[in-house]
């Protein structure tokens, strides 16, 4: 089974403290997401990555980076988080983007608490 | 306008109702069709997939896909309380950084 692990479950940060949520994923699949989930908004792409060390922005990528070092781990920093970005944020992960198979495989989630 | 509009519910049927969610979009490029099916406090995972128009079905679930009204459905028949979900219409024109998502829909069946 392909596995998607998100390192953080819940997590409250004050208002300008650094976040780093960490995903990592077992079937050396190419690409990588970062989503944010809101209730009424649905999920919102906020950066993705097809390879290593290569990012590329999604819908909303303002207030986030990413990082890519290494293919099965990608990380979402925000560098000074803001009581807007309270959510919940979801990695996925999918085998390649040459090819179309509709699937993404997400992690749990990483519920996000911003004070 | 949002590219996907879909009703967020929440939905409550018996236990044994034909349930129908819906998702509407406005982007005519979209060919890839999905419904996600997403427990409480747990990721989405991939329900069904349907490339261009018509019909598909998976044992209790069927998918609907009709282009020329830009209107894709998802049925459950004999629905089941192991049913209740938030249910999640996506569609890309190809790729999956293109994926746009609907607001889901809450369903619970009651016992």
């Known amino acids: 089974d392909v596995k998607v692990t998100q390192s953080s479950r819940y997590l409250v940060k004050r208002t300008g403290e650094k976040v780093f949520l960490e995903c990592v994923q077992d079937?050396?699949?190419?690409?990588m997401f970062w989503y944010r989930q809101d209730p009424g908004l649905g999920l919102r792409l906020i950066y993705f990555?097809?390879?290593?060390?290569?990012?590329e922005k999604g819908d909303i990528p303002e207030g986030y980076s990413v990082s890519r070092e290494k293919k099965e781990r990608f990380s979402l920093i925000l560098e000074s988080a803001s009581t807007n970005q309270t959510s919940m944020y979801l990695c996925?992960?999918?085998?390649?983007?040459?090819?179309?198979?509709?699937?993404?495989?997400f992690g749990e989630g990483s519920r996000l608490t911003v004070l | 306008q949002k590219e996907v509009e879909q009703d967020p519910g929440p939905l409550s049927v018996p236990e044994g109702a034909i349930v129908s969610l819906n998702c509407t979009y406005s982007?005519?490029?979209?060919?890839?069709f999905m419904w996600y099916r997403q427990y409480s406090r747990k990721g989405p995972e991939l329900l069904m997939y349907?490339?261009?128009?018509g019909n598909k079905e998976d044992g209790r679930f069927t998918a609907q896909v009709d282009k020329s009204s830009k209107y894709i459905s998802l049925f459950i028949r004999d629905s089941q309380p192991s049913d209740s979900a938030t249910y999640l219409c996506?569609?890309?024109?190809?790729?999956?950084?293109?994926?746009?998502f609907g607001a889901g829909t809450r369903l619970t069946v009651k016992p």
């Open positions: 996925a992960s999918s085998l390649t983007r040459d090819r179309n198979t509709g699937e993404l495989f």
């Open positions: 079937m050396d699949h190419e690409n």
């Open positions: 990555s097809y390879d290593v060390k290569m990012k």
């Open positions: 982007n005519s490029a979209f060919q890839y």
């Open positions: 349907t490339y261009s128009s």
């Open positions: 996506a569609m890309t024109p190809f790729n999956n950084n293109d994926m746009r």
